[in-house]
């Protein structure tokens, strides 16, 4: 008996931080860009964590037949943002907030942080927007850089096809 709820008591500790990751997707845009050149501008202040996102998009984007040039037709905007996941970003409170507060799960053993990426094409010309999409994960103890590649593939894999607003779950420790 005193085996079996020492068993219960560590897998519900471990649970707390074992359980499924949900990445929040939302994605608009085109179906179709006319053009695959985009430029980037440059910045003299950019952050570790920025700098990997930049590499990241900008691999996959050529991988999926972009390039980059000095001046072209889109322009390309990443950003990304981390914050502690029991603020809440916005003027109104609950749903309707920009990012509403997240709360701690029971046997929480850590505060969540909330990793947020922004991706952004714009045709130069008229400053439409031609693909955006916006990715968030929580995590407790994953450093954000280690979360970027997935975030990335995730933001990108609407590109010429977005779907709106949709939730990903996959496993992993948070």
Do not use: W
Not at 18 to 25: A, K, L, M, W
Not at 105 to 127: H, M, N, W, Y
Not at 130 to 154: G, K, Q
Request: proline letters at 4%; one cysteine or more.
């Amino acid at each position: 008996m005193h085996r079996l709820l020492c068993a219960l008591g560590i897998s519900l500790l471990v649970s707390a931080c074992s359980s499924g990751i949900e990445t929040r997707v939302q994605s608009a845009g085109v179906t179709t860009l006319e053009s695959q050149t985009y430029a980037v501008a440059a910045t003299e202040y950019e952050s570790a964590d920025l700098k990997i996102a930049h590499d990241l998009v900008e691999g996959a984007l050529t991988s999926r037949g972009f390039s980059r040039a000095d001046t072209a037709p889109l322009h390309l905007q990443v950003t990304v943002d981390s914050r502690d996941a029991s603020l809440a970003v916005g003027s109104t409170t609950g749903p309707q907030s920009l990012s509403p507060a997240k709360r701690r799960k029971p046997l929480q053993s850590c505060a969540d942080k909330e990793f947020r990426v922004g991706i952004t094409l714009t045709r130069v010309a008229d400053g439409s927007e031609m693909y955006r999409s916006r990715v968030s994960e929580y995590h407790c103890r994953l450093p954000l850089a280690e979360a970027l590649p997935i975030m990335i593939n995730a933001a990108l894999a609407d590109l010429g096809k977005p779907r709106g607003s949709y939730s990903i779950l996959r496993s992993g420790i948070e």
